[in-house]
């Protein structure tokens, strides 16, 4: 195989009471990229249709994710690498780590699969630190593996893989303003009261217990947010009016999505997921900002490979 060509999945992460270690792929929304092999070794980012973004392999997160993957398996033949950007930067639903996890999925096949989805977490993470300023993998880890990833440990890295229930719909809306992780993250405080740790853990054990059982009502129960949501929230335009226009319109529960500006809610069935996102239209229908409005089932594969 002399080249390929992949959808690279949006993603959800932390789900509200998942901060950093739970993350969902999404299915029809995503970025494509053509990877090919090059006589001359190392990696070279032929262009990137779509964005504004660097062509620097050094300042690309697909670039170092690339280079660390490349350092792993030493082969005697070069990457090319070509994005189409359908995921804006600064989105909340996963745009670097399509980008970090497609690079190295793509480069892991013309290098005949050496390494399992799951092994190549940790490369697409190298990619995510140099966006987001730390190598999580709540974004990556289900954009490889598909359905719900759970990052169970860090040090060392251990992820589960959680399938979705069948009739899981999620519905995202992205006001087109940017909101960079980094200074998602720099609002955020560094210590929480015994109080709110006993409620985060009671919300995330409770919802991989309603994914793992198709609890429907246990996983929206559990979309709670002790953390983050309080401080993040006054970085969206309209967050509180969105969620409860969700809530309304028949949804589990939601939140924001990722570092945000996305907020997204879960609904059982693709007609709720749909309601859901009519509601959240109307509440932005005035707003001097643009948006996009994606339903989306669950991806329980990933990336794909196209023709």
Known sequence: MKQIKIFCPATIANLSCGFDVLGVCLDNVGDEMIIAKTEEKGVRIKAIIGADLPLEVEK???????????????????????????????????????SSAGAVYGINALCGSPLSNKELIYYAMQGEALASGAPHADNVAPALLGGFAFIHSYEPLNIVHIDAPEELYATVIHPQIELKTKDARSVLKQTVTLKQAIKQCGNLGGLICGLYTSDYELIGNSLHDEFV???????????????????????????????????????????????VAQAMREVVKDADYECDIHVSPINSQGIKVLP
Request: hydrophobic share 45%.
């Open 60 to 98: 690309n997160v697909a670039g170092v994710a690339a280079l660390a993957l490349i350092e792993k398996l030493q082969p005697d033949f070069g990457f090319e690498i070509t994005i189409y950007k359908n995921i804006k930067a600064g989105s909340g639903i996963g745009s670097s780590a399509a």
């Open 229 to 275: 949501e309080p401080k993040r929230s006054l970085l969206i335009p309209n967050y509180a009016q969105l969620k409860q226009a969700a809530y309304d319109a028949g949804a589990l529960g939601g939140g924001i999505s990722g570092a945000g500006p996305s907020v997204f809610a879960l609904s059982r069935g693709k007609e709720a997921a749909e309601k």
